[in-house]
């Protein structure tokens, strides 16, 4: 196996990532998920709160530990990456190589384009290529749905001591802020249409769409300096094909994006990774096994909402051990991964 990574190095990869029960669970099947709870904090209780720091409401993580056994996680996305790449060690991953396009071959195989015009012969393609994936566009030319939200994010360290997590919400926008290990705080938030933002945003859009905002919001946003902050449009799409061809796969949000304020699109993909992982030990049609399912049409949703490829798995392989691998709650309860029947 080779990764083709777009990156000319691997840096800190964004700020802070909640990591949920079913991203814990899959990475308890490849052996993971001390590694990455050792560098997480347990997320703690969250009041949702107005602008003006009333509370509307409140998230109990013991409710999640009660009905789905784990705690969830907040951690660092470099501490996030750096679990992963020890992990993975022994695995080329060939930087600042994009890839362009993906095309059949004549002999069942596929070839892999890169953006210096080399080609290269892959008996199967797993497109992890995030929500403007070059390998969906290989087979499927419908763009991702530009929402008119903004995403931005930053970790601050040295800041006030953050509490417990809290989320305010008011005029269109929303602000996170939740502690990490290591007396650092991430913040993340979305503008909403009304922000005032730019196509090229400013830290003074955000000082602007949270003017007059509750404390210590002015004094968090004065801490945040325009180097730390990092922002993202918000794309979807609906729930589409994920497989071409039999030996093209697409996981993550190449799959089925996620918007940020679900926090589940990085726990959704490394479900998927683990689930085609193990899909690829179990047979002789392992792609016929991670099947489509396309919750976003079945609810009738506009969003993308868990419309995971690794959610669908009909029938699981024996080395997925967990009674239910994925957290999610869902009208449909083909989307869980059940229990293998036990050995005879
Ligand atoms: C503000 C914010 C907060 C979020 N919070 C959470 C959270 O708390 N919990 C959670 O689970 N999710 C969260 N998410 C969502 C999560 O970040 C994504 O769903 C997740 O990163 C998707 O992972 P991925 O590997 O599929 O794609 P990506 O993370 O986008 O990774 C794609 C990789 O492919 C590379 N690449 C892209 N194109 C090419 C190409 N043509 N050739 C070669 N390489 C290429 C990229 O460089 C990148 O390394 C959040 C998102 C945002 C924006």
């Known amino acids: 196996m080779t990764v083709l990574e777009r990156a000319r190095e691997l840096t800190e990869a964004g700020a802070g990532i909640g990591l949920w029960p079913n991203a814990l669970r899959a990475l308890d099947e490849i052996g993971l998920a001390d590694a990455m709870e050792s560098i997480g904090a347990p997320f703690s209780a969250t009041v949702i709160q107005t602008r ?7 998230f109990d993580p013991a409710r999640v530990v009660s009905r789905l056994g784990r705690q969830p996680i907040i951690a660092h996305r470099a501490d996030v990456q750096s ?58 030319g419908s763009p991702p749905t530009v929402s008119p939200l903004l995403s931005w994010r930053a970790v601050v360290a040295g800041g006030p001591e ?38 090229a ?54 799959a089925h994006p996620m918007t940020p304020d679900l926090g589940q699109g990085g726990c959704q993909a490394i479900e998927d990774a683990v689930t085609l992982a193990a899909a690829l030990r179990y047979g002789d049609e392992p792609l016929a096994r991670f099947t489509e399912f396309d919750v976003g049409e079945s609810a009738g949703s506009s969003t993308t909402h868990g419309a995971s490829a690794g959610c669908s798995l009909r029938e699981p392989p024996s080395s997925l051990r967990s009674e239910t691998l994925l957290c999610r709650p869902s009208r449909n309860p083909s989307v869980f991964i059940r229990s293998p029947p036990s050995p005879a």
């Open 201 to 254: 945003p400013e830290l003074e859009s955000l000082r602007r769409a949270y003017s007059g905002w509750h404390d210590p919001i002015p004094e968090l946003l004065a801490l945040i300096e325009t180097t730390t902050v990092r922002w993202d449009e918000v794309r979807h799409r609906r729930a589409g094909r994920t497989t071409a061809g039999g030996n093209v796969v697409l996981i993550g949000d190449a």
């Open 52 to 58: 003006d720091g009333r509370r509307l409401s409140g």
């Open 83 to 140: 679990v992963l790449l020890g992990a993975a060690a022994d695995i080329p991953i060939r930087l600042g190589t994009a890839v362009t396009a993906v095309k059949p071959t004549p002999q069942d195989a596929v070839t892999v384009v890169t953006a210096d015009g080399a080609e290269i012969e892959a008996g199967l393609v797993v497109g992890a290529d995030g929500v403007n994936s070059a390998v969906r566009a290989s087979f499927d």
């Open 162 to 199: 953050i509490g417990d997590a809290w989320l305010s919400i008011g005029a269109g926008h929303q602000f996170l802020a939740t502690p990490l290990p290591g007396r650092r705080a991430y913040f993340a938030g979305l503008l909403g249409p009304r922000g005032g933002h730019t196509a």
